[in-house]
């Protein structure tokens, strides 16, 4: 008898106890997330990760894409051959290309973990991209204003796999023409059209840099300030 394939759901919810599990001994929390800029889902094994996410990643305007589950890579320092899971292989407008790895604690001078620094920075090098470490001190300032992003970042995700193309062209119409305001202004401009997809595709338009949307001094909402970009 033929076995009946895997659902979806079943897949992803295999997957998901697989990266729970994954975590040995550790407590952490584990994020199933949308990104828009990939146009796939993620599951991140942290909160550092998620931040990671949100504030170098996916908001980043110079990010092009990423790959948050990159095949190991193997690096040499002077006594062995090291293989590593990069947290993300990062590719920029600029072309360039970085890898990513998130750590926790503030080891970044800490002499024990220099040896392996070295190693993946020469291994990063050799492969004509920028090796960066993210730790606590990278990641605590970033919390507040990636928290701030999860709302717009929900509105994007709700019309994943959804073009609205005839309010998309209205809405960049009326974003070149006031090149800066609130998101008030846009859905008052905007009536015809059901204002969570409009909120949607605003959100959208800020993750690819269409726009600008500024959540350091305060939530995302109606008086969210914003500036065209093209």
């Not at 997330?33 to 094994?45: A, E, H, M, R």
Request: glycine share 4%.
């Amino acid at each position: 008898m033929t076995k009946p394939k895997a659902s979806l759901k079943s897949s992803l919810r295999k997957t998901v106890i697989g990266a729970y599990r994954a975590r040995g001994k550790g407590k952490s929390n584990l994020w199933l997330v949308t990104s828009i800029k990939t146009n796939q889902d993620w599951i991140l094994p942290s909160d550092r990760q998620l931040v990671h996410w949100i504030y170098y990643l996916e908001t980043n305007q110079d990010v092009i894409d990423f790959d948050l589950a990159p095949e190991p890579i193997l690096s040499h320092d002077d006594n062995e051959v090291r293989s590593t899971e990069l947290d993300a292989i990062v590719n920029l407008k600029n072309k360039h290309q970085e890898w990513h790895e998130v750590k926790a604690g503030k080891g970044k001078d800490d002499v024990t973990n220099r040896s392996q620094f070295l190693a993946q920075a020469a291994a990063s090098s050799k492969n004509q991209a920028s090796y960066l470490r993210f730790d606590d001190d990278d990641l605590k300032s970033k919390v507040k204003v990636s928290m701030r992003w999860l709302k717009p970042i929900s509105f994007a995700s709700a019309i994943k796999g959804q073009e609205h193309l005839q309010c998309r062209i209205a809405l960049v119409m009326h974003l070149k023409n006031l090149k800066s305001g609130n998101i008030r202004q846009i859905l008052d401009l905007m009536t015809e059209y059901d204002s969570d997809v409009v909120v949607g595709l605003i959100s959208r338009l800020a993750i690819e840099g269409i726009i600008n949307v500024d959540l350091n001094k305060c939530t995302f909402g109606l008086l969210s300030p914003w500036e065209y970009h093209g």
